[in-house]
Nanobody, 129 residues
Framework: EVQLVESGGGLVQAGGSLRLSCAAS????????IAWFRQAPGKEYEGVSC????????YYADSVKGRFTISSDAAKNTVYLTMKSLKPEDTAVYYC??????????????????????WGQGTLVTVSS
């Protein structure tokens, strides 16, 4: 079956860096778009980034542009989220998710979480001040 497994979360100091991994299995790697979402305490799911592997296209939320980078290693069926210059407001549970599209048609904006059909278990990132 389809599986997405996140790893790499932890505790870091503000200004530090962290790399999250999303290992995908159970489907052809290039058939789906892979997104990273996060949920901070008391907040809704936020679409952080998304990658269209076959088209080599990436998308980012304004809140993380210039600090986070999404990338793919096809040989490992793994998508990464490299996070730099971390801020306390980046503290959240981070999830990877898969579906057929990254963005709302014509907008360039990451689709809402409800539109993504497959999800990992999440990994907690805590950024201390």
């Amino acid at each position: 079956e389809v599986q997405l497994v996140e790893s790499g979360g932890g505790l870091v100091q503000a200004g530090g860096s962290l790399r999250l991994s999303c290992a995908a299995s159970g489907f052809t790697y290039g058939d789906y778009k892979i997104a990273w979402f996060r949920q901070a305490p008391g907040k809704e799911y936020e679409g952080v980034s998304c990658i269209s592997i076959n088209e080599d296209s990436t998308y980012y939320a304004d809140s993380v542009k210039g600090r986070f980078t999404i990338s793919s290693d096809a040989a490992k069926n793994t998508v990464y989220l490299t996070m730099k210059s971390l801020k306390p407001e980046d503290t959240a549970v981070y999830y990877c998710a898969a579906d057929n599209y990254c963005t709302v048609v014509g907008s360039g904006l990451i689709r809402p979480a409800a539109y993504f059909g497959f999800w990992g278990q999440g990994t907690l990132v805590t950024v201390s001040s």
